[in-house]
């Protein structure tokens, strides 16, 4: 059985998820876990590249992503969105219309997709 997501090589964007079958609108593309950080962990953390891979997380703590998660690339017209699944501890990534196979998934990193602040890639 072939995997739904491949990682693969992007032209200007280093790695990046891609959709190996279709992926329809509403769809759950992807139930991430996270590993919770610490304030102090989250500190240390911030001068390493893995700062990459991280999402804000509530009570003002980080979550490091794993999975496919620390491969979505940015885009100010994403695909794709995600919510946190707090008891979980993971974050879910759905598709914000159809996504073809071979189409890179892609979400807003800041949080939502239709916040056009500029991001500061590190």
Not at 62 to 85: I, K, M, Q, V
Not at 100 to 122: A, C, M, V, W
Request: hydrophobic share 35%; proline share 3%.
């Amino acid at each position: 059985m072939e995997p739904r997501l491949i990682v693969k090589n992007t032209r200007d964007r280093g790695r990046g998820v891609f959709a190996n079958c279709r992926i329809r609108e509403g769809e759950t593309i992807e139930i991430a876990p996270v590993i919770i950080i610490s304030r102090r962990e989250a500190e240390v953390v911030s001068k390493l590249k893995i700062v990459n891979f991280c999402y804000e997380w509530s009570g003002n703590r980080t979550a490091l992503a794993l999975g496919y998660a620390c491969f979505y690339n940015h885009s100010y017209e994403p695909n794709a969105e995600y919510d946190h699944l707090t008891k979980k501890s993971a974050i879910r990534f759905y598709a914000l219309k159809d996504i073809s196979k071979g189409q890179e998934i892609t979400h807003n990193y800041n949080g939502t997709p239709d916040d056009q602040t500029l991001i500061r890639f590190t």
